[in-house]
């Protein structure tokens, strides 16, 4: 694939001539701890990744709150726990990452050399996150085409 101009994200250039840039998906396998999200990233860096990226919403910009949770999450759930009676608005809540956390988390990725990366999923979040001057954002697939978004 050709490009046809240079993209600089902090102090890696991506281009046709330059290396594979590799960014660990931490989403939110953090389970809303802080020490995982932390792991997540000493794990990426450990295996060579250039950044890191998490998703930051607000679930009620997301999803309604009566909504069932997915099938699969239902199947997966261990029986009478907390996590099989939420609904997917209370999964999602918990997984939820406020600025103050995404701060955190930058400022924990600069002290390990690498990027910190995340996925707005809505236009608070989006305006949350410009505050804490990001290098670039990693736009959902599900908002490509999403024009307003931009």
Do not use: W
């Amino acid at each position: 694939m050709k490009f046809n101009r240079q993209v600089r994200i902090q102090n890696i250039e991506i281009s046709d001539q330059s290396k594979v840039f590799i960014i660990a998906e931490g989403g939110v396998n953090h389970n809303g701890d802080m020490g995982i999200a932390k792991q997540l990233v000493d794990i990426a860096k450990e295996a060579g990744a250039d950044a890191v990226k998490f998703q930051t919403f607000k679930t009620e910009h997301l999803i309604l709150k009566n909504v069932d949770k997915a099938l699969y999450q239902k199947r997966n759930a261990p029986m009478n726990s907390q996590y099989a009676m939420d609904s997917q608005y209370d999964m999602l809540k918990q997984l939820e990452i406020s600025q103050e956390i995404n701060c955190m988390l930058k400022k924990y990725c600069d002290e390990k050399d690498i990027i910190f990366l995340t996925t707005p999923f809505d236009d608070i979040s989006l305006t949350e996150l410009d505050m804490i001057n990001l290098p670039a954002y990693k736009i959902a697939s599900t908002d490509t085409t999403n024009i307003p978004f931009y």
